[in-house]
């Protein structure tokens, strides 16, 4: 069975296939059910530009929650670069939600 420890998360970087996303920042965890639901997400300026239309501080750099369901399933999302998306650049909007 393939695992993957919190803290080897912690600052890895998200990519789609083609496109750099940012960096794991933290985990968000429901309660209720004791899954993970989300992952917090240090957006890159790029990702907050082009995907949400946002421009970011200069000193503050944007953080989303980026919904599980984006992600690889089992070893496919980890690979020598990060973590992969199963989503492309174009779906990207529609699993960031603001924190």
């Not at 940012?22 to 993970?36: S, T």
């Not at 949400?52 to 992600?71: D, E, H, Q």
Request: contains cysteine; glycine residues 6%.
């Amino acid at each position: 069975m393939f695992t993957v420890k919190f803290s080897q998360l912690v600052d890895k970087e998200i990519f789609t296939k083609e496109y750099k996303v940012g960096k794991i920042k933290d985990v968000i965890i429901d309660p209720d059910n004791w899954k993970v639901t989300h992952l917090e997400v240090e957006i890159s300026k790029e990702t907050s530009e082009e995907i949400l239309g946002i421009k970011p501080a200069l000193l503050k750099t944007p953080r989303n929650k980026l919904a599980i369901s984006a992600l690889e399933k089992g070893d496919a999302c980890c690979s020598a670069r990060g973590i992969e998306l199963k989503v492309s650049k174009g779906q990207l909007g529609i699993y960031l939600r603001p924190l």
